[in-house]
């Protein structure tokens, strides 16, 4: 599986530097943001796995980016950070749409454990299991095996397609585009003309019961492709 992005949105130096050390020493990939503006554009551009959000920031308040990521319909699970224990702050900040809320000084074990219990909660209402198995229809993939099936058949699926399927289970119900996807399974010196495509009809042949009417692996016209895992 490819690492998972977690978005750090938080003014305080020292913190920002310290969660960030902190969470790719647990081997994530971490973006980050020092105030409420740049954290949104990078919370709608950079499809992080999990947001974590102070909430007093300059230039926009994490109330505010919250807000506003969610109209925008994402889901992404959101711990929020303040200085603050008032419960009518905590109380706004899960009415809006927060995951779960931490108050300033925190202990760094327990948000680790609070990241990976959000974490494992959101694969699971996505369809990926804690052991990393990704099951849709009557398809069962197994990353830590290497293995796949579908009617309980094996299925023979190619190192790349692994790769596809797991960059497609992180991001279920939205339409990547070819870009996305070069960026996310293919590296520069991979591409050809139209590999994605043919990826995609691999995957289809492999894993749909109709491929010439896939209900998974949806082409999204004019942008790329979307993975529906509830299909």
Do not use: C
């Not at 978005?7 to 943001?33: C, K, N, P, Q, W």
């Not at 948000?111 to 959101?122: E, G, P």
């Not at 990393?132 to 009557?138: E, H, Q, S, V, W």
């Amino acid at each position: 599986m490819t690492a998972r992005t977690i978005l750090v949105v938080e003014d305080d130096d020292a913190i920002r530097m310290g969660l960030t050390d902190a969470l790719e020493m647990e081997g994530y990939r971490v973006v980050a943001a020092a105030d409420g503006e740049a954290g949104l554009e990078m919370g709608l551009t950079e499809d992080p796995d999990m947001i974590v959000l102070d909430v007093m920031m300059p230039r926009m308040d994490g109330f505010e980016v919250l807000r506003r990521l969610r109209a925008d319909r994402l889901d992404t699970p959101v711990l929020m950070l303040t200085a603050r224990g008032l419960e009518r702050d905590r109380v706004e900040g899960l009415d809006l749409g927060a995951d779960d809320y931490m108050v300033k000084p925190f202990s760094l074990s327990e948000l680790l454990a609070r990241i990976r219990s959000r974490l494992r909660a959101w694969d699971r209402e996505r369809g990926i299991d804690d052991d990393r198995a990704l099951r849709f229809g009557n398809v069962i993939v197994d990353f830590a095996a290497r293995s796949a099936e579908r009617a309980g058949e094996p299925v023979a699926l190619t190192p790349k397609e692994f790769e596809l399927l797991a960059f497609f289970g992180s991001h279920p119900g939205r339409a990547l585009s070819r870009v996305d996807l070069l960026r996310g399974v293919w590296s520069e010196d991979d591409v050809v003309s139209r590999v994605i495509d043919t990826a995609m009809l691999g995957l289809r042949k492999k894993l749909e019961a109709d491929q010439s009417n896939p209900r998974h692996f949806v082409s999204v016209r004019g942008v790329g492709y979307r993975f529906d895992p509830r299909a």
